[in-house]
């Protein structure tokens, strides 16, 4: 790169500065909000980035490239789209505004075609790593992709969460050399300075774990000082310097900043600066390699030159830069004020008229925008995979049965069938077996980006490596398990390939991935996940391997739906409507309906129940209504009054059930007719598709002013104004709204304390869940009427 483009380039990046910086001042003191709370926005964290985007956009990517941008550096983003021509300039002027762009990068809603969501640190930073993990599975499976470099833009103090090392850490994430990840180090967080010099640590991890790593310390100004006589004495100051005492210098100016720069120094730096006069000082100390660009671009170029490892460059930046908060260690959330955003806009020669314009299409910044902007249009990407996926694959259990090795079978059955078979990929952290998909892998092998020996023959678990696997296995990491379903729900746009991603987890520990669970959904992403096994019929797990209040996270998770179901062929049903779903679903988008567009979260437990009361319930109502009924969330399984016509002028009670408590609330039921009360059993397959149903009648009634129906999917179900008992294996309140749904009194029965260990009736005793509980809750309901 020569000079002049180098000239062309910073001319483009102090555009970027000033928009990034006036997008978040217009924010805060253009618009009136009238509700008295700070708007806020990042400044400075911004402008530490703007040399590195800029150089990103303006002369490294491709159109294939894919990048996740630092959740607090969304202005940089914003500007340099929209000097490209991909945004809008009335949303300039709208950053946090309703309907405007997002605080923080949104895949969903922003409108110029953020790649990565990013907001909770560290997840943003991984997403790319996961998706170029994504890539290798797709070239592998599907033929090779055009070559993406997959990019994250991280804050320093990201490399705080444990997730990243985490993800850095996994073997499914090793070799891929067409990660960089860029660390804004500008040894700022939040609060503070970061304290030490914590570079050497990360770079031993991130060497460890078999990366390339490369330090963009000093700019050129530094390096040129540093090759006088006597350079390497400043050099050595600088470098040994704490943190704290090289972040106070961008305060300062004159002999007050060499004052404080040389103290403690050792002998020969006074001498050295001594003829540098006091206003060149600071610019010298404080030039760094993350705001040179030509160092940048080389940097990018050495990591292009990896191809066999990601790549990791440490681009030392000032927060703040180029704006009087630069270093400032309360500047996270600062403001520029109205007159220092004055004098800046004077700085760059614009004018109130001129501020938000782009650059002249005729000026070599206007020539090359127009160049990049051709550079890196893309095509849109095809959603559906247009595929049938069958209504069920007529799993069929005559004896007792768990939804868990249910789960399993119906995988193996999709497996087998032409259309659907090679689209499904599962991916667990290291609970594959234990959560029965072990058939899926017999059938279909492991993924390996190379063929790999087998070492031992084992006739239950046929454990292949090769690259025509479907099943990517992950270390105990939650966190890597929904980041990596997330990236998988979300390769139709970022790897031009839609896959049926499935995977699997023990429950209780859904809450330990949660946040990233929350990340992918966010982000739009589309995938099945498997809690299980589930609850306390984990019995003798104890207390740390039960789970209770998931049921309530998948309730009310957007962009998930949450399905518990008790039998096989429900299960079946629901887990190929599920993935009929994400095969063929529309896009997620602004304005699109809050259909059910989103991820599936099964509930499962390996608890064998008999089937029987289901095949009645099947000859009873028919395949196609019972079908229709499990799926939109619930069914009658017994109606009292059919099995017990004796009861028609019996008090009437409901049993409302969902997964593996069943059997004790079908045992209820036939006491209480064994008391002369008509007791019709509930089998609710999808909480939240009921909830949902509910919510949206009861909405519709208080925006119209109008009275709300009983939605169709509890009428088919339940009897209207009938007092209603509860059953959960999962805290009691998750299913306690059912009561005012249906007009009755509820008596919600549930666990609702810490688990430990024991065998399904001791524990069901210690909660109230045996059948004899539940005809007392049922007598209470009754009573309460
Ligand atoms: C999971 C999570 N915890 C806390 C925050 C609040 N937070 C936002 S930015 C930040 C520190 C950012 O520091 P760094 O990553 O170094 O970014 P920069 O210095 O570039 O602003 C924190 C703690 C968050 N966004 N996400
Ligand atoms: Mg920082």
């Given at each position: 790169?020569?000079?002049?483009?180098?000239?062309?380039?910073?001319?483009?990046?102090?555009?970027?500065?000033?928009?990034?910086?006036?997008?978040?001042?217009?924010?805060?003191?253009?618009?009136?909000?009238?509700?008295?709370?700070?708007?806020?926005?990042?400044?400075?964290?911004?402008?530490?980035?703007?040399?590195?985007?800029?150089?990103?956009?303006?002369?490294?990517?491709?159109?294939?490239?894919?990048?996740?941008?630092?959740?607090?550096?969304?202005?940089?983003?914003?500007?340099?789209?929209?000097?490209?021509?991909?945004?809008?300039?009335?949303?300039?002027?709208?950053?946090?505004?309703?309907?405007?762009?997002?605080?923080?990068?949104?895949?969903?809603?922003?409108?110029?075609?953020?790649?990565?969501?990013?907001?909770?640190?560290?997840?943003?930073?991984?997403?790319?790593?996961?998706?170029?993990?994504?890539?290798?599975?797709?070239?592998?499976?599907?033929?090779?992709?055009?070559?993406?470099?997959?990019?994250?833009?991280?804050?320093?103090?990201?490399?705080?969460?444990?997730?990243?090392?985490?993800?850095?850490?996994?073997?499914?994430?090793?070799?891929?050399?067409?990660?960089?990840?860029?660390?804004?180090?500008?040894?700022?967080?939040?609060?503070?300075?970061?304290?030490?010099?914590?570079?050497?640590?990360?770079?031993?991890?991130?060497?460890?774990?078999?990366?390339?790593?490369?330090?963009?310390?000093?700019?050129?100004?530094?390096?040129?000082?540093?090759?006088?006589?006597?350079?390497?004495?400043?050099?050595?100051?600088?470098?040994?310097?704490?943190?704290?005492?090289?972040?106070?210098?961008?305060?300062?100016?004159?002999?007050?900043?060499?004052?404080?720069?040389?103290?403690?120094?050792?002998?020969?730096?006074?001498?050295?600066?001594?003829?540098?006069?006091?206003?060149?000082?600071?610019?010298?100390?404080?030039?760094?390699?993350?705001?040179?660009?030509?160092?940048?671009?080389?940097?990018?170029?050495?990591?292009?030159?990896?191809?066999?490892?990601?790549?990791?460059?440490?681009?030392?930046?000032?927060?703040?830069?180029?704006?009087?908060?630069?270093?400032?260690?309360?500047?996270?959330?600062?403001?520029?004020?109205?007159?220092?955003?004055?004098?800046?806009?004077?700085?760059?020669?614009?004018?109130?008229?001129?501020?938000?314009?782009?650059?002249?299409?005729?000026?070599?910044?206007?020539?090359?925008?127009?160049?990049?902007?051709?550079?890196?249009?893309?095509?849109?990407r095809e959603r559906a995979l247009r595929v049938t996926v069958p209504?069920?694959?007529?799993?069929?259990?005559?004896?007792?049965?768990?939804?868990?090795?249910?789960?399993?079978?119906?995988?193996?059955?999709?497996?087998?069938?032409?259309?659907?078979?090679?689209?499904?990929?599962?991916?667990?952290?290291?609970?594959?077996?234990?959560?029965?998909?072990?058939?899926?892998?017999?059938?279909?092998?492991?993924?390996?980006?190379?063929?790999?020996?087998?070492?031992?023959?084992?006739?239950?678990?046929?454990?292949?490596?090769?690259?025509?696997?479907?099943?990517?296995?992950?270390?105990?990491?939650?966190?890597?398990?929904?980041?990596?379903?997330?990236?998988?729900?979300?390769?139709?746009?970022?790897?031009?390939?839609?896959?049926?991603?499935?995977?699997?987890?023990?429950?209780p520990f859904v809450l330990r991935g949660l946040d990233a669970f929350?990340?992918?959904?966010?982000?739009?992403?589309?995938?099945?996940?498997?809690?299980?096994?589930?609850?306390?019929?984990?019995?003798?797990?104890?207390?740390?391997?039960?789970?209770?209040?998931?049921?309530?996270?998948?309730?009310?998770?957007?962009?998930?739906?949450?399905?518990?179901?008790?039998?096989?062929?429900?299960?079946?049903?629901?887990?190929?409507?599920?993935?009929?779903?994400?095969?063929?679903?529309?896009?997620?988008?602004?304005?699109?309906?809050?259909?059910?567009?989103?991820?599936?979260?099964?509930?499962?437990?390996?608890?064998?129940?008999?089937?029987?009361?289901?095949?009645?319930?099947?000859?009873?109502?028919?395949?196609?209504?019972?079908?229709?009924?499990?799926?939109?969330?619930?069914?009658?399984?017994?109606?009292?009054?059919?099995?017990?016509?004796?009861?028609?002028?019996?008090?009437?009670?409901?049993?409302?059930?969902?997964?593996?408590?069943?059997?004790?609330?079908?045992?209820?039921?036939?006491?209480?007719?064994?008391?002369?009360?008509?007791?019709?059993?509930?089998?609710?397959?999808?909480?939240?598709?009921?909830?949902?149903?509910?919510?949206?009648?009861?909405?519709?009634?208080?925006?119209?002013?109008?009275?709300?129906?009983?939605?169709?999917?509890?009428?088919?179900?339940?009897?209207?104004?009938?007092?209603?008992?509860?059953?959960?294996?999962?805290?009691?309140?998750?299913?306690?709204?059912?009561?005012?749904?249906?007009?009755?009194?509820?008596?919600?029965?549930?666990?609702?304390?810490?688990?430990?260990?024991?065998?399904?009736?001791?524990?069901?005793?210690?909660?109230?869940?045996?059948?004899?509980?539940?005809?007392?809750?049922?007598?209470?309901?009754?009573?309460?009427?």
């Amino acid at each position: 790169m020569n000079q002049h483009d180098l000239d062309v380039l910073d001319e483009i990046q102090r555009r970027v500065l000033w928009l990034a910086t006036r997008i978040v001042d217009a924010a805060n003191h253009d618009r009136n909000t009238g509700d008295g709370v700070k708007v806020g926005g990042h400044q400075a964290s911004s402008a530490s980035l703007v040399t590195a985007m800029t150089a990103l956009w303006f002369a490294h990517l491709d159109a294939e490239d894919r990048v996740a941008v630092k959740p607090h550096a969304s202005p940089v983003f914003h500007a340099i789209q929209y000097l490209l021509g991909n945004l809008d300039r009335s949303y300039l002027t709208r950053l946090r505004a309703r309907g405007g762009l997002q605080s923080y990068p949104s895949r969903t809603k922003d409108p110029d075609g953020v790649d990565f969501s990013t907001g909770s640190v560290g997840l943003g930073a991984a997403a790319p790593l996961f998706a170029a993990a994504t890539r290798r599975y797709v070239d592998a499976h599907f033929g090779v992709r055009p070559h993406s470099r997959f990019v994250a833009l991280i804050g320093d103090a990201e490399l705080d969460e444990g997730n990243i090392w985490e993800a850095v850490a996994d073997p499914a994430t090793t070799g891929l050399g067409n990660v960089m990840w860029l660390v804004d180090f500008n040894r700022q967080s939040l609060d503070r300075v970061v304290p030490g010099v914590r570079i050497n640590q990360w770079r031993g991890q991130f060497e460890a774990a078999g990366w390339h790593v490369v330090e963009v310390k000093y700019g050129r100004r530094l390096a040129e000082a540093y090759a006088r006589p006597g350079g390497e004495r400043l050099r050595d100051w600088i470098d040994a310097m704490p943190n704290e005492q090289y972040q106070s210098l961008f305060g300062l100016t004159g002999p007050a900043l060499r004052k404080q720069f040389l103290d403690g120094a050792p002998a020969g730096v006074a001498e050295f600066v001594a003829d540098i006069p006091d206003d060149e000082l600071g610019p010298l100390v404080t030039d760094l390699g993350g705001h040179d660009m030509a160092a940048l671009l080389d940097a990018y170029a050495r990591c292009d030159a990896v191809t066999d490892r990601p790549s990791v460059v440490f681009a030392y930046t000032v927060k703040g830069w180029g704006l009087p908060i630069a270093g400032n260690p309360r500047n996270h959330s600062a403001l520029l004020t109205t007159e220092q955003v004055d004098e800046l806009r004077a700085a760059y020669g614009l004018t109130a008229e001129t501020e938000w314009d782009r650059l002249d299409p005729a000026s070599p910044a206007g020539i090359r925008t127009g160049e990049r902007r051709e550079a890196l249009s893309r095509a849109p990407r095809e959603r559906a995979l247009r595929v049938t996926v069958p209504e069920s694959t007529r799993v069929r259990a005559t004896k007792p049965i768990s939804t868990q090795e249910v789960f399993g079978r119906v995988l193996v059955e999709l497996a087998r069938d032409g259309q659907v078979g090679r689209y499904l990929v599962t991916t667990a952290p290291d609970v594959a077996t234990s959560t029965n998909l072990a058939g899926f892998i017999n059938k279909t092998g492991v993924f390996a980006p190379t063929q790999q020996r087998s070492w031992s023959e084992d006739r239950m678990l046929r454990w292949t490596e090769s690259p025509a696997g479907q099943h990517i296995e992950l270390g105990i990491s939650e966190m890597n398990l929904f980041l990596l379903l997330g990236q998988l729900g979300l390769s139709w746009d970022l790897s031009a390939q839609p896959l049926l991603p499935v995977g699997t987890v023990y429950d209780p520990f859904v809450l330990r991935g949660l946040d990233a669970f929350l990340y992918g959904t966010y982000s739009g992403s589309r995938f099945v996940v498997a809690g299980t096994p589930s609850g306390i019929t984990l019995a003798p797990e104890g207390g740390a391997h039960q789970s209770t209040i998931t049921a309530s996270v998948g309730l009310e998770l957007p962009g998930v739906t949450f399905v518990e179901p008790a039998y096989a062929s429900a299960l079946d049903w629901l887990l190929c409507d599920a993935l009929g779903q994400i095969a063929g679903g529309p896009a997620p988008s602004a304005t699109a309906a809050p259909a059910e567009d989103g991820a599936y979260y099964f509930r499962l437990s390996t608890r064998p129940i008999d089937q029987a009361p289901f095949a009645a319930a099947r000859d009873r109502l028919g395949d196609a209504v019972l079908r229709r009924q499990v799926v939109a969330g619930a069914y009658r399984l017994v109606d009292a009054h059919q099995a017990h016509p004796h009861l028609a002028d019996a008090p009437v009670v409901q049993l409302a059930a969902s997964g593996a408590v069943l059997p004790e609330v079908l045992a209820a039921a036939a006491e209480l007719a064994e008391e002369g009360i008509a007791a019709h059993v509930v089998d609710v397959t999808s909480l939240d598709r009921l909830y949902r149903a509910w919510q949206r009648t009861l909405r519709q009634g208080v925006r119209t002013a109008t009275v709300p129906s009983v939605p169709g999917a509890l009428r088919s179900a339940f009897a209207d104004r009938v007092p209603v008992v509860t059953v959960h294996d999962a805290a009691s309140h998750a299913m306690a709204w059912l009561g005012s749904a249906l007009g009755a009194p509820a008596v919600p029965l549930g666990v609702d304390e810490f688990g430990q260990s024991g065998s399904v009736p001791e524990l069901y005793e210690l909660h109230d869940l045996l059948p004899g509980s539940i005809v007392n809750a049922a007598l209470a309901a009754l009573a309460l009427r």
